[in-house]
């Protein structure tokens, strides 16, 4: 069974800034097969470090700006390829998918990520596009995932 631990702190400051640390798979996680011929699978554990600032505007929008370095512990994986970045837009009393609108930008090595949502209470719509790089080791494979939804909330109402 994975362990994952982590930690977060959240300064008292007007840009609401924050760090964590997050170690996943503590231990090395061993993962068994069905086929008890097979070598048990292993998943290293994992170091990662974010940092966010998250400043209101005024009582109406907030705005929230991250960056991650992850795989920390991995020394297969290139510096270039641990970095994420993260930004989005949010106006409504709530913030993310639940915002009354939102507008994300992200970037990994892969590429661009973006997405717009509409929350309306009772229907909700939002658009996105992720890229992810799927290939192994030294190999660049990417995929473009795109989604669009449209969804009525009956019950909240």
């Known amino acids: 069974m994975p362990i994952h631990i982590g930690s977060a702190y959240r300064f008292k400051h007007s840009l609401k800034p924050a760090i964590s640390f997050v170690m996943q798979d503590l231990g090395t996680t061993r ?4 086929d008890k011929s097979l070598d048990p699978r292993l998943q290293k554990e994992n170091a990662l470090i974010g940092f966010s600032l998250s400043p209101k505007i005024q009582d109406w929008a907030m705005v ?46 892969a590429g661009m990520s973006y997405g717009l949502g509409m929350n309306l209470g009772i229907l909700h719509a939002e658009i996105a596009s992720l890229a992810e790089d799927i290939g192994i080791d030294d190999s660049k494979v990417i995929e473009r995932k795109s989604v669009f939804n449209i969804g009525i909330n009956i019950a909240d109402y």
């Open 64 to 109: 929230n700006v991250t960056t991650e370095f992850a795989n920390l512990t991995d020394s297969s994986v290139k510096f270039a390829d641990k970095f994420r970045a993260s930004t989005e837009f949010t106006m409504g009393e709530r913030f993310g998918a639940d915002a009354g609108f939102s507008a994300r930008l992200g970037y990994t090595t």
């Open 31 to 34: 993962y068994s097969r069905k």
